[in-house]
Every structure is written in structure tokens, then in C-alpha cells.
């Protein structure tokens, strides 16, 4: 059973369209990390949430870590070729702690 | 955040043999971790490299197969034992700096089993 659920595991649009990605747990988490990895490379950090209600903006990407940090979403306006890659969340269930990752949404942006 | 170099960068192996991952970190930590990501899945932690100790493994991951070296604070290394074309994967490693549970990864190690 995958502790942290992420959906949609697959998403193609077109350029200038918005999406959303969630990923939803019934566990509690002490903080939430966001990665993208294309490929051939490893995973590159973009953002963590640590406080309940967070909202975190990074130029067209935001984030939001959900009251009871249990919950993330990651939206994207307006997106771009340059977007496209593998989008991962991870939650950790104490400090220091290791990480669980979600099953990942693979992005395509057509131009 | 930390600079993370891995070795090789992709290699073809026959089964039955073994091949040993190297990932260096540009400063000390504490934390680092070696993962497994199958094609198109997401990532499946493999184990926790101590300094000075073994490594800790999770479930399904044993030290017969995946056995893992730790000499100091900069330097780890990971061995696929014996492989089987089902050991095809990306291996990663990662460095826990210790700030809000970042994890920083290296470019990965592709292994291709024939």
C-alpha cells in the first residue's frame, strides 16, 4: 500500500493550459518535499512545506500543504515544454526522518 | 544544499555479476541514503548508509544482495551482488544535510542486466 498517493500518474497538455497535481495521505506528515526529475538526471528538490495551510510560490508553480498535513497539491499555471518531466512528492513522518515518496505524475507539455 | 557525483554513470552488465556504485558528496553529512527506481516508478529506498556501522535496510532489501560501504562522512559505495536482469534500475543516492528533511540526489547509476 503506497503511504502516499499521488494522482494523475500520467498528464499531457497543451502549452498555456494550468494543471494540478495531488498527493493525499492518511498519515501525518512533519514536512513535504516537491521534486521534478527528467531524464537522466536525479531528483532536483523545488520546494518543502513544513506548516499546515502553507502556500509556497516558486515563478508559475505553487504549492500548498494542506491544514492538517495530511495533503499537497502542486499547481501549474500556464505551462511550458520546458515543464515537462517526472514530478515526485515526498512526505516525512518526523525530523530527520526518512522520506516516503508518492508513485510520481509523469508531465508532458506539448508546444 | 549539496553537490552529489555518482560512478559510473551507466553500465551494461551479464548476469551473475556484480557491480559496485560509487557516490561522492562535496561536504560532510551525516545521512545518506541509496534508492532504487525501476523503469517509469517512483523511487523505493533501499538503505540508510551509516558511518561506522552497518547499513540499515528496509524490507525487501538484503545486505547479501545490496551490500554498502560507508567509510567516512563524503564517500559511500553500493554493490549489486549477483545480478539478475530484474536488478535493471536507476540506483540513486541521496545526502540528508539535515534542515527539514531535504534530501539532495545525485544523477543516478543506470544498470542495464543482459
Known amino acids: 500500500t503506497q503511504l502516499l498517493e499521488q494522482s494523475p500518474q500520467f498528464l499531457s497538455i497543451q502549452e498555456g493550459e494550468n494543471l494540478t497535481v495531488y498527493c493525499n495521505s492518511s498519515?501525518?506528515?512533519?514536512?513535504l518535499q516537491w521534486y521534478r526529475q527528467e531524464p537522466g538526471e536525479g531528483p532536483v528538490l523545488l520546494v518543502t512545506v513544513v506548516t499546515g495551510g502553507e502556500v509556497k510560490k516558486l515563478k508559475r508553480l505553487t504549492f500548498q500543504f494542506g491544514d492538517a498535513r495530511k495533503d499537497s497539491s502542486l499547481h501549474i499555471t500556464a505551462a511550458q515544454p520546458g515543464d515537462t518531466g517526472l514530478y515526485l512528492c515526498a512526505g516525512a513522518r518526523n525530523a530527520g526522518n526518512m522520506l516516503t515518496f508518492g508513485g510520481g505524475t509523469r508531465l508532458m507539455v506539448k508546444p | 544544499s549539496a553537490v552529489i557525483s555518482q560512478k559510473p554513470s551507466r553500465d551494461i552488465c551479464q548476469r551473475g555479476t556484480s557491480l559496485t556504485i560509487q557516490c561522492q558528496v562535496d561536504?560532510?553529512?551525516?545521512?545518506m541514503f541509496w534508492y532504487r527506481q525501476q523503469p517509469g516508478q517512483s523511487l523505493t529506498l533501499i538503505a540508510t548508509a551509516n558511518q561506522g556501522s552497518e547499513a540499515t535496510y528496509e524490507s525487501g532489501f538484503v545486505i547479501d544482495k545490496f551490500p554498502i560501504s560507508r567509510p567516512n562522512l563524503t564517500f559511500s559505495t553500493l554493490t549489486v551482488s549477483n545480478m539478475s536482469p530484474e536488478d535493471s534500475s536507476i540506483y540513486l543516492c541521496s545526502v540528508y544535510p539535515g534542515t527539514n528533511n531535504e534530501q539532495f540526489f545525485g544523477p543516478g547509476t543506470r544498470l542495464t542486466v543482459l
Open positions: 561536504s560532510q553529512v551525516t545521512m
Open positions: 498519515s501525518v506528515f512533519s514536512s
